[in-house]
């Protein structure tokens, strides 16, 4: 019996990386303007992987992408020689233009549908923000990895969505994208998992998905023949 359902968002409901560079490069344009020396020294790209040195460094915040970004971001202000630095206004220009992302067709529809027969909950480790996109009333609530202090695939965030739904692990299926984060992290668990693979890749190697499907349009066929196996 399933009742309820939890979904990766980024590369799940939407495709993220266009959007992400489409942010960093406002941002890029936002500091030309106010802190020239920064983007003179950093293109979008270098200004990217400092987060991956701040991660290097503090991997116990490894989890919390919003602050890694503006730990990068101090730390590119302060190689360029600025004292003072707007980390909020920066990190707001990038943060607005990371949720301007577009749901593929056919996740509102589906979701809608999904949302009369099942709990529905978002779990991810980005921070996107489902009010910004406008999907917020589809969901019961949505937990991403910054309110948990934990990152999928830790099992935590599965296990405090499952406390928040009152619902047995065995009970919920987490929808997603990532071999690791979702379907390895879900499936230890103890949720039923399906593989979103978008772009038909191969897959990793491991266990696998309990299904898998291109499209959220294949999600309902398998659900119902879950349903019917009992
Ligand atoms: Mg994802």
Redo the contacts with the bound molecule.
């Keep these: 019996m399933i009742k309820a359902i939890t979904f990766?968002?980024?590369?799940?409901l939407w495709d993220i990386w266009p959007v992400v560079e489409r942010a960093e490069e406002l941002l890029h344009d936002w500091l030309t303007v106010r802190y020239p020396r920064i983007p003179e020294r950093l293109t979008p790209l270098e200004l990217r992987e400092l987060s991956s040195e701040v991660t290097a460094a503090y991997p116990e915040r490894a989890y919390d992408r919003t602050w890694l970004r503006k730990e990068a971001l101090n730390l590119a202000a302060r190689r360029a020689g600025y004292q003072a630095f707007d980390v909020e206004g920066a990190f707001e220009v990038f943060f607005v233009a990371r949720n301007a992302v577009e749901p593929f067709a056919e996740v509102r529809p589906t979701l809608e549908r999904l949302g009369r027969r099942y709990l529905l909950a978002s779990l991810s480790n980005g921070n996107a923000d489902l009010r910004l996109i406008g999907l917020d009333d589809l969901f019961a609530f949505s937990l991403n990895a910054i309110d948990i202090g934990a990152a999928k695939p830790d099992p935590l965030l599965f296990k405090e969505a499952s406390r928040r739904l009152a619902v047995r692990p065995d009970q919920i299926v987490h929808i997603?994208?990532?071999p690791e984060h979702?379907i390895f992290g879900a499936a230890r668990a103890g949720f039923r998992t399906v593989w979103v693979n978008r772009t038909c890749r191969d897959w990793p190697g491991g266990p696998k998905a309990d299904a898998e499907i291109v499209t959220l349009d294949e999600l309902e066929p398998v659900l119902t023949a879950w349903e019917e196996r009992g």
């Design positions: 990766d968002l980024d590369d799940t997603g994208d990532d979702d």
